[in-house]
């Protein structure tokens, strides 16, 4: 399983996204032009001492990104995290292959990613409440996803990587 982030714009989301995937032992995908500078004082603080062992990769663009899944690098459904799924993530199917994609805090992703996606999930939220945080909506599908797949182990911990 991945996260990916698409565009992100707000630094501290997305060193708390890297350290998210360090912590539950998940590559990182950063989907480029980024609303900041990757070296970004606040995001290595979100990311703090965790950020050195996650694994992140880079991509120039969507259309890279979507070069590197039509090649199998990276394999399984590209799930999007929106406010405009029609499926709530509790009763979403994953597989352990899934990348699951946040978009931009300040404008989500456009209709053409929206379209690419293979399954599009929501929160779901209280009326009146539009959504959620980035960093708190992937934690939240995250820990959803590896339950359904066997990621946490019989303790429930985060089985150690290689």
């Known amino acids: 399983m991945r996260l990916a982030l698409f565009e992100p714009d707000i630094p501290g989301n997305a060193g708390t996204c ?18 900041f500078i990757l070296s970004d004082t606040r995001m290595k603080r979100a990311g703090m001492d965790y950020a050195a062992r996650a694994a ?8 890279h990104f979507q070069d590197e899944r039509r090649q199998s690098r ?8 929106t406010t405009a ?11 352990a292959d899934d990348i699951l994609m946040v978009g931009r805090e300040s404008a989500g992703v456009p209709d053409h990613v929206h379209q690419a996606a293979d399954l599009r999930v ?15 909506a992937a934690s939240m599908v995250l820990g959803e996803a590896l339950r359904q797949t066997g990621g946490f182990d019989a303790d429930g911990a985060i089985p150690a990587q290689p």
């Open 56 to 63: 992140v990769r880079r991509h120039a663009s969507w259309a």
């Open 85 to 95: 799924g029609a499926l709530p993530h509790t009763e979403a199917v994953f597989h």
């Open 74 to 81: 990276l394999p399984g459904r590209l799930v999007l995290l």
């Open 18 to 35: 890297i350290r998210l995937g360090a912590c539950l032992g998940l590559a990182v995908d950063i989907i480029e032009p980024c609303g």
């Open 122 to 136: 929501r929160i779901p939220l209280r009326p009146g409440f539009r959504s959620l945080n980035v960093a708190v």
